[in-house]
């Protein structure tokens, strides 16, 4: 399935993902969870997730490079400074954050499981192609870079 490889705007498969959540929620019988002080949670990982992806949009705007997701060829250095020394997707693991607090702040097990759902879509077709992409431009600097930092965290 090439054809989905850096096709769909990261920011619109979360989109797509939310709205599955939130149907889920409403269609399917109640898997409640419960987690104490689940709105302080929620709200918790929701800041957590706006920081480390907005630290990772700083840190490519310092280094001068792009943040377009469709177009890796464009990069024009390996960020490797910041939150890239922890994670090399800051901002799809913002993303992947929310999805969780959303899961959470719903108190529903099954919208949670979507979080599988996005992990899987991005790494197939967003973040192996990137990668491939960023290997061709920088060779062995961003082979370096993958075998020091985590894909996620």
Known sequence: MKILELKVPPVAVFLAVVLLMYWLKEISPALLITVPFVKVVSAGLTGIAVFVAA???Y???????????????????????????????PMYFGLLLIIIALGLWWQHLSVILCGALFVVYMNRFQIKPEERALER???EDYVDYKNQVRRWI
């Open 55 to 57: 630290a990772g949009i």
């Open 59 to 89: 840190e490519f705007r310092k280094a001068k490079t792009t943040v377009n997701p469709i177009k890796p060829e464009s990069a024009s250095s390996v960020v490797n400074t910041g939150v890239f020394a922890y994670t090399r997707n």
């Open 137 to 139: 431009l920088f060779g």
